[in-house]
Structures are given as structure tokens and as C-alpha cells.
């Protein structure tokens, strides 16, 4: 006796001896070739013989690819997204009516024949020949699938999808010989269930789970009769008859589909007649697709996550290999995105800066010791709109940031200063510190070729009041430049290359900083997570580790679930802690009595250093306690304006300086993020403080918080490009002096972030 299938019909071996007569017939049809060529059937039928027996006994079934749902640390979602929304569920959670609906339009015999339905074959054959047209196809239920299966192993590449649905003799046989091996594998309610779950139903739905919610906002088992009709109609011509756009067609095909139902026996005549006239009672849910969507201002963490999932090897050697994982989905991502943080973080920057204003804002929250990054939003909100943009501002060029990153200006001194420590020089260090003076020369470098100031670059200090002698400790609280480039000229360029490079400082574009005695002012780009986790060395008494946005990700393929390795943060002793504990004290110092007083967190131990750049173009406040490190970036992204009598926020600034936009920035953010939190306190150390010196000496300084007390002012900035971008020349009146001209200017487009002005990132 031939062996049978569960499904009924013909067994593979009379179905291979058929083939010559019914597969080539079957294909000419649904190829659209016309009956009478039968000259052409014969000669195909030889070759098509022989490629059948040629063709792979197996189908190999790709994993269907379904929606990705990111979460932050809690479980909270963040946000789902998909190459193709779909979401897989068994037949017992199917609708019975849908599951009829689809038989009874699509293949009403489905039960009753196997792989090939002869009398659909022979049926179509004669309507066609009648019409003079292809007006009936013969395709069963089963072939479908398998052409589904073809479509969805193309993905998005359009040769392979016009491959997988050319309309050829060569694709019917390998389909047909395919779907003999499904039915003899998979039986009827397994072909079923797949079908329902891979096929197409427009708006972006695949499968009857994604195409349910879309259409209707519910689950596909709770689906009625006409509800499960107009799914079913859909499959055939999903845009033809796409409910939302054609309501009229719709229903003249949801009713063809109940009158079929009645016809087969599937509901009575008065059920088809009583569910015709039902309105099409549509509760369409709009795609929830993509980092767009995210919850909590957390659209650009989410494009972040995307960015290092396909960009770390750890998820692929190749970068395809990475990106069709990424397509596949099914995935489910924790991150370490703190809800609580990011809330803060939304609040804060809701609060300071509108998405109008001329500026934007970025800030970026670290955890010290581990590298987890826990907040990460900014003013300008996901999107292609007025007012939006798809940069990070947050981030590196390399993973969704601007090109650069930004200038640091003055909060990259820490950075000087701690190489000065670990080269031996004690934190009483003492240098004269002019108002002004040439950037010093010869300054060793790690090349062995001395850097020379060849221009007679010149740096001043923020106000005239500012000559020295200073202490380091007086120096950074002050933020004095022409202490810091003297630093660099006694230390040589080489320890800050070292230094940095342990804390994995470089340009926003991911080239290491360049040997200028410049760069210790903060003249390169770098973007606000770098420097967050940079800061946050500082708080882990020395040890840097890498940010990390991944928890953990499972991945769902079919009905297992497996875990997928992800990158881990790498820690490692960036200076000592004796250094570590010292940039501590004197950071300490800064938002005690220092640039950023008006910026300081009044219920735990914390510390910072505030910074702007030339022409005030941009604005820093980067700051951290023991257990969390922030920075916040102010500016254009462009680097076309410049923050004078500017509004940010609804706030009117004369100047924008790190302590009176940036800082409040930290400080809410901060505040927030921290509260119910540990307050723990620094290893502070014992730094002698100088001769107290006259009191006129305390000034609102560079990046002083708008207070203009009368008696100094608050001019330029600090920091400079290469060797000689000049400071302010601050009056002798509440309110500041002249900004200074730069004595070199930077090229046009050379630092900026291509989301809100001219060019592109991509």
C-alpha cells in the first residue's frame, strides 16, 4: 500500500509520477502561459522532470522574523522594532473563524488533497481557457506557504524577493516538490498555523497576530466572523483591498469571503447574511515601529542600542551577519537604562531648553565602576521634522553622533591636571599665571620632536584680574589658562597622550587627540558620553571602564528561546587612587567655591568642572558624585551660533557661560536621578590652600553663573583652537568686556553635527 498522508491525497511517490502531467500545467497556469501552447508543455515537461529530481529534498525554513522589544533596567519597555512586524502565535490562540475564513477563500479542498490539488488544477485549467485569461489560480494552501517561505528568505533584498515571485515554470516545480516535503513533515494543522503566522496583510502587519492588532487593536483569537472574513480577504490583494484606504472594496471582498464560508458550510446563510451587513467597526492602531517611539525622551538611547548591536563583532564578524540577526528580531534587549534617570534627564532638559530655541542641549548619565550608561537624552527630539533630528548628540560619529563631537573648553583641564599628578607634580603646584602670555615652547611631545609655538600664539586668562602665582587647587576652582598650558609646558604632551588614552578621550570622529599645547584647553570635539565616562574614572578613584548599554538579550526563534552573548564593559586602572582621590578634592572645589557654585548638588558629596569654547559656541558642565557622572553640552550643532544675548530655554542670556545653562541642566538632572539613592563621599585629601590673598580676587569667573556682582566681568572663553584661539578680556563692570578676536580660526565646517544644518551624517 503507498504510504499516506495525514492530510489525505496523493503520496509522494504517485505525485512524483503525476508530475509531468500536473506540475508543468500547474506552473503554466500561474505563470500565465496560455492552454493551447502545448507544443511548449511537452518540451518543458522533459526538463522539468529532471529538475525535480535534481532539487534539495529539504526545505530549510527561516526563522520569521519578528519584532524586537527594547527595556530598560527594570523591565519597563522602551521600545519594540522590526524589519517586519510580526509576532508568532500557536493556532490555539487563532480565531476558528479566521482559521475557516482563510481555508474556505484560499483553498476550500485544504483538508482534503495533499501537496497538489488536481481538481483546483484541472478546474482552473478549463475557467482560464474559457476566459481567454488566468482568472483562477491553483496554488493550495501548502504551495503558499512555501512561496511565503522563499519571500521571507529573500528579507529585503529585492533581486532575491523578485526570485522568490517570478512568475516561472523553474519556481512552481521547486515550490511544488517543497511543499510535498511540508506536508509529509508538517501535516495540515502545522501548515496552517504557519501560513497564518508568515503571510502578508498589509499595513505593515505579517502574520494574523500583528495584522489583528493593527485592524482591530486585539488579540487574533479574539477575532469574529466578520473581523476574521475581512483578515482573510486581505491575503490575496493586501493594497486592493486594504480596509483603511478603500473601505468600499473591503467590504465587497469581506463579503465574498462569508459567502464562501456559507457555501462550504462553515456558517450558515444567515450568518454570512447577518455579518455582510455589519460595518467594518475598524479600530486601527498605528504602527509602533522603531526608536521613534521610544518612551521617556529615550529615542536616541534606543538608536544607540541599535547602533552597537551592529557594530560589535560580538554579535557577528561581519557586519551583514550582524544586520540580518538585527532584521530577523524575535529579540528581547534589556538595557541599563535607568527609568528613573531617564525621567530625570527628560525633566530636566524639558525644563531648561526648548526644542526651538536656536541651541540644543545633550546630557548623558555614567555609572562609576561599571560603565553602564543610565541616562542619555537631549533637546531636540527624535525625528525628520522642524525642530528634530536623528543625530545623538551624545554620541560618536561612529554610532549616531555628529561629526566631531563638540569642544570641551575648560572641563578638559581635570585631565591635565591628573597627568601632572601621576607624573609626581604635588597638588600644591605652583605656576606664575599671567593674564597673558605666548603659549610656552619648546613642549615635548611623544614623538621626541618638540612642539613650537612657530605663530607667537598667545592665551589669556578670563579677566585681567587673574595674575598669578596660583596654586592648582585655586587654578581649577578659578579655571585659569594660562596655568594649565604652563602645566603642559613643565609636564610635556606626553603624560596627557597617556592619560587620555586610559580614559579613552578622543575626537568626536574617534581619531586620538592631537600633541598641541591647545588641546589642554579643550579645543578638540569630543562627545558627552566620553566624557562622562571619563569623569567617571575620576569617581571610581581611577578605574575606567567602557560604557555598556546591554544587559543581556534573548533571542526567540520559532518555539525556543536561547540567550545571545553581548559586550561587556572592560574596566582598568586608568591613574592611582592617590591621582584619582586629588582631581576629587579639587573638582570638589570647583562647585563648592569655584565656576560651577550655582551648579552643585547641596545633599551629597559631588564635584564637576565647567567649560565653554570660542565665542561661546559652546557651553559644558560635566560633574559626577561617587556614584553617577553626568556631562551636559549647550551649543549649535552646527557650531554657527554664538550663545550672546540669547534666549535658551525662555531665560535671556547676556552670555551663556558652563554654570548658567549647562550646569542647572546637571544639577536637575542629577538631583532626580539620585533621589532615594546612597549618598556616599569621596576619599577627599589634604590640599593647603595659599596666603589668602585679596578678597576682590573671588570673582564670578569663566562659565560663572549670570550673577554679574558689579565688580568683575564675565568675558570670552576659555579654552582656544590649536595654538591660539585668545580668552575673554572680562571689563572692570558687572557684565563683562569685548569677546577678543581669535588669532586663528577653524575652517568652516570643521566642528559641527550635521542633524540640524547643512550636510548629513550618512
Same mark, same amino acid.
Given at each position: ?5 495525514? $492530510? ?6 504517485? +505525485? ?47 526563522? @520569521? ?8 533596567? %527594570? ?54 481557457? +474559457? ?31 523578485? +526570485? ?8 512552481? #516545480? ?15 494543522? %502545522? ?10 496583510? $498589509?499595513?505593515? !502587519? ?92 529615550? !529615542? ?9 548591536? @551592529? ?71 527624535? $525625528? ?108 610635556? @604632551? ?37 566624557? !562622562? ?23 526567540? #526563534? ?27 578634592? @579639587? ?29 561661546? %559656541? ?98 570670552? +572663553? ?11 578680556? $572680562? ?19 570643521? #566642528? ?11
Amino acid at each position: 500500500m503507498p504510504k499516506k498522508r495525514s $492530510g489525505g491525497g496523493l503520496s509522494p511517490t504517485q +505525485q512524483a509520477a503525476k508530475f509531468l502531467g500536473v506540475s508543468v500545467l500547474a506552473g503554466a497556469v500561474l505563470a500565465g502561459i496560455a492552454l493551447p501552447a502545448v507544443g511548449a508543455l511537452g518540451l518543458a515537461a522533459k526538463g522539468s522532470v529532471e529538475s525535480f529530481d535534481e532539487l534539495p529534498a529539504n526545505l530549510k525554513t527561516p526563522p @520569521l522574523s519578528q519584532r524586537t522589544t527594547i527595556l530598560d533596567a %527594570k523591565g519597563g519597555q522602551i521600545a519594540t522594532v522590526y524589519s517586519r512586524d510580526r509576532t508568532v502565535v500557536d493556532l490555539k490562540d487563532i480565531s476558528p473563524y479566521v482559521q475557516k475564513a482563510i481555508v474556505a477563500i484560499e483553498d476550500s479542498r485544504f483538508y482534503e488533497h495533499g501537496a497538489v490539488d488536481l481538481k483546483g488544477i484541472l478546474r482552473a485549467l478549463n475557467r482560464n481557457a +474559457q476566459s481567454g485569461g488566468v482568472t483562477e489560480g491553483a496554488s493550495t494552501l501548502t504551495q503558499q506557504y512555501v512561496k511565503n517561505v522563499f519571500v521571507e528568505e529573500a528579507g529585503d533584498d529585492p533581486t532575491k524577493v523578485a +526570485q522568490a515571485t517570478q512568475q516561472t515554470i523553474g519556481r512552481k #516545480i521547486r515550490e511544488l516538490k517543497f511543499a510535498i516535503q511540508v506536508e509529509e513533515e508538517l501535516g495540515k494543522k %502545522k501548515i496552517l498555523e504557519n501560513y497564518l503566522n508568515i503571510t502578508f496583510f $498589509g499595513q505593515q !502587519a505579517y502574520g494574523v497576530e500583528a495584522a489583528a492588532r493593527r485592524y482591530f487593536s486585539k488579540s487574533a483569537k479574539d477575532l469574529n466572523l466578520q473581523e476574521s472574513a475581512l483578515l482573510a480577504g486581505l491575503v490575496q490583494s493586501p493594497s486592493r483591498y486594504d480596509p483603511v484606504n478603500d473601505e468600499a472594496e473591503a467590504t465587497k471582498r469581506r463579503n465574498v469571503v462569508l459567502a464562501r464560508m456559507a457555501q462550504v458550510g462553515d456558517i450558515s446563510q444567515e450568518q454570512a447574511a447577518e455579518a455582510s451587513q455589519a460595518p467594518l467597526g475598524l479600530k486601527v492602531s498605528k504602527p509602533n515601529n522603531g526608536c521613534i517611539t521610544a518612551v521617556a525622551d529615550a !529615542a536616541f538611547f534606543c538608536d544607540y542600542v541599535r547602533e552597537v548591536f @551592529l557594530s560589535d563583532p560580538v554579535f557577528g564578524k561581519e557586519k551583514e551577519d550582524r544586520a540580518k540577526i538585527w532584521n530577523q528580531g524575535g529579540l528581547t534587549i534589556r538595557t541599563t537604562l535607568d527609568p528613573q534617570a531617564q525621567r530625570s534627564v527628560h525633566t530636566s532638559l524639558k525644563g531648561h531648553v526648548n526644542k526651538s530655541d536656536s541651541v540644543a542641549a545633550a546630557i548623558t548619565l555614567v555609572e562609576p565602576g561599571t560603565g553602564k550608561i543610565l541616562g542619555m537624552g537631549q533637546s531636540k527630539p527624535y $525625528g525628520y521634522g522642524k525642530n528634530e533630528t536623528e543625530i545623538n548628540y551624545s554620541a560618536d560619529h561612529s554610532m549616531g553622533g555628529s561629526n566631531y563631537g563638540f569642544p570641551t573648553g575648560s572641563t578638559f583641564k581635570p585631565f591635565v591636571a591628573a597627568a601632572a599628578l601621576e607624573e609626581g607634580r604635588p597638588p600644591t603646584q605652583e605656576y606664575s599665571s599671567p593674564y597673558e602670555m605666548p603659549y610656552p615652547d619648546p613642549v615635548q611631545t611623544c614623538s621626541g620632536k618638540p612642539w613650537m609655538n612657530q605663530e607667537g600664539a598667545t592665551v589669556p586668562n578670563e579677566d585681567k584680574s587673574e595674575v598669578g602665582p596660583y596654586r592648582l587647587k585655586e587654578a581649577m576652582a578659578l579655571s585659569v589658562n594660562t596655568y594649565f598650558v604652563q602645566m603642559i609646558a613643565d609636564i610635556g @604632551l606626553c603624560p596627557l597622550v597617556k592619560m587620555t588614552d586610559a580614559l579613552h578621550v578622543v575626537e568626536g570622529n574617534g581619531e586620538k587627540l592631537p600633541e598641541v599645547p591647545a588641546v589642554s584647553l579643550g579645543s578638540r570635539g569630543v562627545s558627552p558620553l566620553t566624557m !562622562a565616562s571619563a569623569y567617571a574614572a575620576f569617581a571610581s578613584r581611577g578605574m575606567y571602564c567602557t560604557p555598556v548599554a546591554i544587559e543581556s538579550i534573548t533571542q526567540k #526563534i520559532g518555539d525556543q528561546q536561547k540567550s545571545l552573548e553581548v559586550p561587556k564593559s572592560t574596566c582598568s586602572r586608568a591613574m592611582s587612587e592617590k591621582t584619582a582621590d586629588t582631581v576629587n578634592t @579639587l573638582l570638589q572645589g570647583v562647585v563648592d567655591s569655584g565656576t560651577g557654585r550655582a551648579s552643585g548638588l547641596t545633599d551629597r558629596a559631588n564635584a564637576g568642572k565647567t567649560g565653554t569654547t570660542d565665542e561661546r %559656541k559652546n557651553a559644558w558642565f560635566v560633574g559626577y558624585t561617587p556614584n553617577l557622572s553626568g556631562a551636559v553640552w549647550v551649543g549649535s550643532a552646527t557650531q554657527q551660533v554664538k550663545m550672546v544675548d540669547i534666549s535658551v530655554g525662555g531665560a535671556y542670556h547676556a552670555k551663556v557661560y558652563g554654570g548658567s545653562v549647562p550646569g542647572p541642566i546637571w544639577r536637575d538632572a542629577m538631583t532626580g536621578a539620585l533621589t532615594g539613592k546612597d549618598a556616599p563621599s569621596f576619599n577627599l585629601v589634604d590640599i593647603p590652600d595659599p596666603e589668602k590673598r585679596d578678597k576682590d580676587r573671588d570673582r564670578d569667573g569663566e562659565d560663572g553663573d549670570d550673577r554679574g556682582d558689579g565688580n568683575r566681568g564675565n568675558g570670552g +572663553q576659555n579654552g582656544g583652537v590649536f595654538g591660539g584661539l585668545t580668552g575673554g578680556n $572680562g571689563g572692570q563692570t558687572g557684565g563683562g568686556g569685548a569677546e577678543p578676536d581669535p588669532t586663528f580660526s577653524l575652517p568652516e565646517g570643521f #566642528i559641527q553635527g550635521p542633524g540640524n544644518g547643512p550636510g548629513g551624517r550618512r
